[in-house]
């Protein structure tokens, strides 16, 4: 993984902080446009920019100026970087049970790891499959299977599927059943799927007893007390 380490950069940001931006941005995917430095330069001018702007926006826009620019610059990076992260962790989350279900038939069907992520990703069409797609990519440039697939690890924000990844590096590396692997992380998959659904349910009462709190209760004493509001009004 490439890290930022220009010294004409590192004269406004500090490189450990730039670095720290760009894992953020390669874990965003292809759908990344940008880099550290540019995002980087991106807040700052708009920052400044708003910070003119409210300034001169009224009498005491000095007052308030300051707290909206530094909670705009603390924002930034959230709606831009980590929120666009977490969705992407919930997908390729959401994603890994029917990826990794239809590997281990591959493999179960007598096929290696390599050829076995090959049919996957054919059969596929997730943002997974994409990533394991450059993965295949990567290979044919000189790199083997495993550090193909532990430089993907650097770009895939979710734990679970690096995880697996993990595993998968290992078991290749010490000779251990690929299979027997698969079938566990497989079953940890559906396990935790269950639970989501489980904690989903779970949470229905509460959203139920919510709407019941804002439309229902108000709705009911509204046609109990109607007639005596239109009594004592035509009285």
């Given at each position: 993984?490439?890290?930022?380490?220009n010294l004409v950069t590192s004269k406004w940001y500090r490189v450990d902080t730039l670095n720290k931006i760009q894992d953020k941005i390669i874990k965003l995917?292809?759908?990344?446009?940008?880099?550290?430095?540019?995002?980087?330069?991106?807040?700052?001018?708009?920052?400044?920019?708003?910070f003119i702007v409210i300034i001169y926006s009224g009498d005491l826009s000095y007052i308030y100026a300051p707290f909206l620019v530094v909670f705009y610059y603390v924002m930034f990076e959230y709606l831009f970087l980590d929120r666009p992260l977490?969705?992407?962790?919930?997908?390729?989350?959401?994603?890994?049970?029917?990826?990794?279900?239809?590997?281990?038939?591959?493999?179960?069907s007598g096929r290696d790891l390599e050829s076995a992520i090959e049919i996957t990703c054919?059969?596929?069409?997730?943002?997974?499959?994409?990533?394991?797609?450059k993965t295949l990519f990567e290979m044919k440039f000189g790199k083997s299977l495993m550090?193909?697939?532990e430089d993907m690890e650097k770009r895939i924000p979710s734990e679970i599927v690096n995880n697996i990844i993990l595993n998968i590096v290992q078991t290749s590396h010490f000779g251990n059943s690929i299979l027997d692997t698969m079938y566990n992380q497989?079953?940890?998959l559906r396990d935790k799927q269950i639970?989501?659904?489980?904690?989903?349910?779970?949470?229905?009462?509460?959203?139920?007893?919510?709407?019941?709190?804002?439309?229902?209760i108000p709705l009911i004493l509204l046609l109990l007390l109607g007639p005596f509001l239109i009594e004592f009004i035509g009285s």
């Open positions: 993984m490439k890290k930022v380490s995917g292809h759908k990344a446009k940008f880099d550290a430095t540019t995002f980087m330069n991106v807040r700052l001018i708009t920052s400044v920019i708003l977490k969705q992407r962790e919930k997908k390729l989350d959401h994603e890994a049970l029917n990826f990794f279900e239809i590997l281990t038939l591959t493999i179960e054919f059969n596929t069409k997730s943002e997974l499959s994409d990533e394991f797609k550090e193909a697939l497989i079953e940890f639970l989501e659904i489980k904690e989903k349910i779970n949470k229905i009462p509460n959203k139920v007893s919510i709407v019941s709190v804002i439309f229902i």
